[in-house]
């Protein structure tokens, strides 16, 4: 993998990082509040929330990995 330096200013950097954990953070947080609001609507008993919770960890789970093999923090050169 070819891995160029990173020439932004440090304050670049951290607001770029702090946008990708506020994004992993909404897409984990967001369905579960949407399945509640659902079962809230339809009077279901935490049927909509398990499934948006689930569907939240696996989305955000997978945009964890996308950054890890970006980032290539694992490897030898």
Do not use: C
């Not at 509640?36 to 990995?65: P, Q």
């Not at 950054?67 to 050169?77: A, H, K, L």
């Amino acid at each position: 993998m070819d891995r160029t330096p990173d020439d932004r200013s440090p304050m670049a950097q951290a607001m770029a990082w702090a946008a990708r954990i506020t994004t992993i953070s909404l897409e984990m947080a967001l369905p579960g509040l949407g399945g509640y609001w659902i079962d809230r609507r339809l009077g279901t008993k935490l049927v909509f929330t398990l499934i948006g919770v689930s569907l939240g960890m696996i989305v955000g789970g997978w945009h964890l990995m996308q950054i890890t093999r970006q980032n290539g923090s694992g490897g030898t050169d």
